[in-house]
């Protein structure tokens, strides 16, 4: 199921998202071609708990859905609120899975979503990977594990299978893929492992310069599913000490959104914050990759790149697990406001198209028959120019 994630939008009230369900999300349905489309939705805690409690508000938001023919499979849960104040940083990181109302907003996001799913339908929430590095305890560790553990016992007493979706992230305690493979493997006496599981962010995944097939694969034979795919892709600098390569990355620093950025060095992967920080202390003896989601179906200008090859490849190995066509694909570019004005959709109209052209590359490369194929090998496809030809299908 291919969707788009409604966090690009700041509405943080019932009215204000199904206005941008009108302005943007019918909108971007009929631009993209598609009969149907998914909305990856992203509903803040105050949104989240108005909702779980009333459902007179559950029809107002299913009968907008219905009249732009759109339809909820899965929610991100990451950002708790407050996603496009000024500075944001460190804050999308609380409150964390330690502090009991990380577990009350999301079983109210899985109350919702199993009330709003098409008939048949599984659903998952995504949702951050415990908090952020620093000041994390032992008790705060114990804390998190009982709060998940609960979680997913009362995932199990829904009506409808709604499943949990932990996403790492570069920075936070479960970093990598491999960090929550093992913090989950290590619970599952307690954390039941049909209902929680891994949301692949290939933009985090490819900052990382993890290898999209192995960590699939360590996911696999951990007996972990990928419940949800972020769609997204990463900037790439392949020579961060060429004058011309360092302003041009320097043009997606920014204030409200943390740019993590790695560097591949001869003994490891070196790690910094922020991209401002990276410029300064970065040795730049290896290629730089940068916690910018790129629109898909767009090239940033030489000598920068995006990580889109990771992307493909990460879905083409997820669809090759037990349970990889079950997995949700959720288009996550929630930058497009913030990066440099040649890459940028700050007008209502350029982000419609924006989101649509994302669409398009993602129906054309992301869902062939031929990446789906177990006996298949994965080939990377080159980044189209924006503007690819409409197809019709439902997504």
Same mark, same amino acid.
């Given at each position: ?23 943007? +999300?019918? =909108? @971007? &349905?009929?631009?993209?071609? %598609?009969?149907?489309?998914? *909305?990856?939705?992203? $509903?803040?805690? !105050?949104? #989240? ?48 899975? +330690?502090? =009991? @109302? &990380?577990?009350?907003?999301? %079983?109210?996001?899985?109350? *919702?979503?199993?009330? $709003?799913?098409? !008939?048949? #339908? ?274």
């Amino acid at each position: 199921m291919l969707s788009y994630c409604t966090n690009v939008h700041p509405a943080e009230d019932l009215d204000g998202v199904i206005a941008q369900l009108a302005a943007y +999300a019918g =909108p @971007v &349905r009929r631009a993209a071609g %598609l009969d149907t489309l998914g *909305v990856g939705l992203w $509903l803040p805690a !105050e949104l #989240a708990h108005r909702l779980d409690g009333s459902a007179a508000d559950r029809d107002r938001l299913r009968d907008a859905l219905a009249e732009h023919r759109l339809t909820v499979h899965t929610l991100n849960a990451f950002p708790y609120g407050g996603f496009h104040a000024d500075v944001v940083k460190l804050a999308v990181y609380q409150p964390t899975w +330690a502090d =009991p @109302v &990380r577990a009350e907003y999301t %079983l109210a996001c899985a109350r *919702v979503l199993a009330d $709003l799913l098409p !008939e048949g #339908a599984a659903g998952s929430i995504s949702t951050l990977p415990l908090g952020w590095r620093e000041g994390w305890t032992a008790q705060d560790d114990q804390a998190a594990t009982a709060a998940l553990a609960r979680v997913s016992a009362e995932l199990r007493a829904l009506p409808r299978t709604v499943r949990l979706a932990i996403e790492p992230e570069p920075g936070c305690i479960l970093d990598t893929v491999d960090d929550v493979v093992d913090w989950l493997a290590a619970r599952t006496d307690r954390i039941d492992p049909e209902l929680v599981g891994i949301c692949l962010d290939t933009c985090h995944l490819a900052t990382s310069f993890a290898d999209p097939v192995q960590a699939v694969r360590r996911i696999r034979d951990a007996g972990l599913r990928v419940v949800k795919v972020q769609a997204s892709a990463a900037l790439q600098v392949d020579d961060p000490s060429d004058p011309a390569a360092r302003a041009a990355v320097a043009r997606f620093a920014e204030p409200r959104y943390l740019h993590q950025t790695r560097e591949q060095g001869a003994d490891g992967v070196l790690r910094v914050d922020d991209l401002p920080q990276a410029l300064d202390t970065l040795p730049a003896a290896g290629p730089w990759r940068v916690h910018v989601h790129v629109p898909l179906h767009a090239r940033p200008a030489a000598p920068l790149s995006a990580t889109t090859d990771v992307l493909r490849t990460a879905v083409g190995a997820v669809a090759r697990t037990p349970h990889g066509d079950e997995a949700h694909l959720d288009v996550e570019t929630y930058t497009w406001s913030v990066l440099p004005p040649e890459l940028a959709a700050r007008a209502e109209s350029d982000l419609v198209a924006g989101i649509a052209a994302e669409l398009r590359w993602a129906t054309e490369h992301l869902l062939p028959a031929d990446l789906w194929a177990a006996d298949r090998p994965v080939r990377p496809v080159p980044v189209p120019e924006p503007g690819a030809s409409k197809v019709r299908r439902s997504a």
